[in-house]
């Protein structure tokens, strides 16, 4: 499976921006998708994702102003992020974890730049 992740782009401090992440065909395994992201020199780190139960979980420093949704149907996945930071500044990725197969998908990478 591919996923297509899209909706990054130049913002200003304080704007909003909703990536979106499509999978190039329909995984009827459970799976679980998340968004990370990586900042130049630095580790890839989880930014929000869905639980084995179906609970979300986000960063400490994007709780409250990113919002992670799905369309399950389409195994599509949406970050929306809200009041932007530079520090948000990143190439955002999402991956989907097949658990029958233990297998990881990620999408190519969205770059989102946040301006002072």
């Known amino acids: 499976v591919q996923l297509q992740a899209s909706g990054g782009g130049l913002v200003q401090t304080g704007d909003s921006l909703r990536l979106s992440c499509a999978a190039s065909r329909i995984i009827a395994s459970h799976n679980i998708m998340a968004w990370y992201r990586q900042a130049p020199g630095k580790q890839r780190e989880l930014v929000a994702g869905y639980t084995s139960a179906g609970g979300t979980n986000y960063a400490d420093s994007v709780k409250g102003r990113f919002t992670i949704s799905r369309d399950s149907a389409k195994n599509a996945l949406f970050l929306q992020m809200n009041s932007l930071k530079p520090e948000d500044t990143a190439v955002y990725y999402c991956?989907?974890?097949?658990?029958?197969?233990?297998?990881?998908?990620w999408g190519q990478g969205t770059q989102v730049t946040v301006s002072s």
């Open positions: 991956k989907m974890w097949v658990l029958a197969t233990n297998s990881n998908y």
